[in-house]
């Protein structure tokens, strides 16, 4: 470390280390030599995780996060090195160390789960071989070490360890494979547990679950936790204390409680207000976005590094560069870098206020309650049934439901309950079983796209949650653009290049990156490209599948109010499948709910969410981490995973693992659909007054919400 840290910063005894920290980082600087220069990714880190702690890392892609990690495992590229600072693990120094005793601590002392659990985890090897190897490099006998596998399996919850000690990895849910990657680094009970965002691409429940797992296991075994994430809600609910890195230095960090209370950094201020929240919706209130950009590694020499985005700063900002401040906070120390730190809270806000919607012909909005809008999108009786190894797999089951011109449905409901099959029947790309009713217009629209006209092509577009995956990186942005155009709206030369460029504006994208190719640019930017690809032939319905879940909360926040305006300006209407209750509950106008291909519950996304509504709702609804928001009471656990398709339970679906099943009538009666009132419908057995009574909504409550009379069942 180059010279003491300022002495407005809590001063780190290193010497108490092995005693009191499980990890301490004091002046961390790392480099990545990228163009033959040494470019700083990290620039005077200082933090501690106590042992037992959790502390949490936040930040947006890019800010050095994933480097903490790698440079605590002594695991950087090539071309990265400290370039100053400390790193103990319980009290050794991970510099000094040798590779041998690198390789001993690595096995005993430090573990780390990945986002990703199917690239952590050979496909080509039985989960026990994997488990049992991270016990047989801690020194454990093969017939020991398959002992202690099965012992840690049951540990993590997993129901059946015998039968997913013999599986492979592709045969578990993705769930399943995050508690056995967890199981494998929990197996040498290591003092540190790093995990980088470890439940992205879950759904809600199995998130939960594994959240739980972790805390509980943390309990049991007094484990420390470096928690990475961009999930502001998981932070809150996970950790202790957390700090938040901005271009790669921490410019905030506290009690978790206090910072997100009462942060003291614009940074901080700016990444809470993006977040959709209880109560906030597209028809009333723009979210809060950050302007700009991350600058390069290493391009700010003078002043703070967040001037160019804060709109707080001054020439001050731009000239010094803000010492950490320490203050007292409700649950410690709290830390910021800002020179107006007292002022943080006192951010201007950007424009929130949701823009006038288009008026239509008539002069009426197309969100209009009392002018309804026309029928753009009708599926009536919709199954899919897939053949597998001569075994009929009932992917989606019997759905109707409608969609409105201007209106925003959105599909919710664990991973594997079929909404992006349902979502793929409509766009053609599958084929539904006979008896099956697409409409577009009123007119019948053919099951498979290859059987469509231009215009009905055109109409029914979609974009998918990796843009990566969907755009061509070789290609620039203006050609995967132009071909668009010129396939779709059969344009050449000035008239395209005209309708380019208003397609580019539609959708924020500065010109400067139309002669870019997509490698070059953020995933933001990223998915804007994919957006105006999709509008290119003015749309009638735009499915848009996980389009922000692997966006940082800024960035889907200005893709959220840019989904938001489209619609008003051009009518458009979007079908949104989403993990993210919030973000689906900010965007749609109503919510139809799926589990095992059944439709369980649809209607506005008020009622759906106030309830009363169905177990299975209540279930997804309790287990979404909310932040700065009451609990709605203790999260319902479901028993066992979602059954197969290929044999799907007898009566209700969803009765092998209902909290409030009723008895023999759920598992022998497919129960029908009971008018919840405004439209609301759930498929239960329980009547709708029980279901008011059990989850505690006041009917009144409940119908001055919808905007109707109170409802008598």
Known sequence: MNGPPPASFPAFDVSKSDRTDALTVVGLTVTYRIRGRDREVLHDVSFRVRRGEAYGLVGESGCGKSTVAMATLRYLPRNGKVKAGKILIAGQDVQALDADALRTMRATAISMVYQDPGRA????????????????????????????????????????????????????????????????????????????EPTTGLDATVEAEVLDLVAQLRKELGTAVLFISHNLAVIGRMCERVGVLYAGKLVEEGATEDVFARPRHPYTVGLLRCLPTSGRSKEHERLDTIAGQLPAPGSVTQGCIYADRCRLADERCRREAPPPHRVAGAHGDQMSRCHYHERAMELPRTSTEAPTPRSGADGASPADAAAPSALVLR???VSKTFHVSG??????????????????????????????????LMLGLLSPDAGSVLELDGAPLPARVTSRNDEQVKSLQIVFQNPDSALNRSH?????????????AALRGTAQDERLAALAAAVRLPDRYLGARTRQLSGGLKQRVAIARAFAGEPRVVVCDEPT????????????????DLQRERGVSYVFISHDLHVVRYLSDRIAVLYLGRLLEIGPAAAVFDGPHHPYTEALLSSAPALGEPARGERIRLSGEMPSAAAPPSGCVFHTRCPRKLGAVCEEQDPPFAEAGDGHRIRCHIPIEDLRTLQGVKCAAHSEAAGDAPHEA
Do not use: C, W
Request: net charge neutral; glycine share 6%.
């Open 476 to 488: 620039s942005v203006k050609r995967l653009i132009g071909r668009a155009l010129s396939r779709l």
């Open 391 to 424: 075994v009929a797999l009932r992917a989606v089951d019997d759905v109707s439901l409608d969609l409105a011109s201007g209106e925003t449905l959105g599909l919710v409901g664990e991973s594997g309950s079929g909404k992006t099959t349902l979502a793929k």
């Open 549 to 564: 879940s692997a966006l940082d909360v800024s960035v889907q926040a200005s893709i959220l109010n840019l989904l938001a």
């Open 379 to 381: 599926a009536e009786r």
């Open 121 to 196: 985890l050979n496909p080509s090897m039985t989960i026990a071989r994997q488990v049992a190897e991270a016990f047989e490099a801690a020194g454990a006998s093969r017939s020991e070490a398959l002992a202690r596998t099965l012992e840690m399996l049951q540990r993590v919850r997993i129901s059946a360890p015998e039968r997913v000690m013999d599986s492979y990895p592709h045969q578990l849910s993705g769930g399943m494979q995050q508690r056995v990657v967890i199981a494998m680094a929990l197996a040498s009970n290591p003092a540190l547990l790093i995990l980088d």
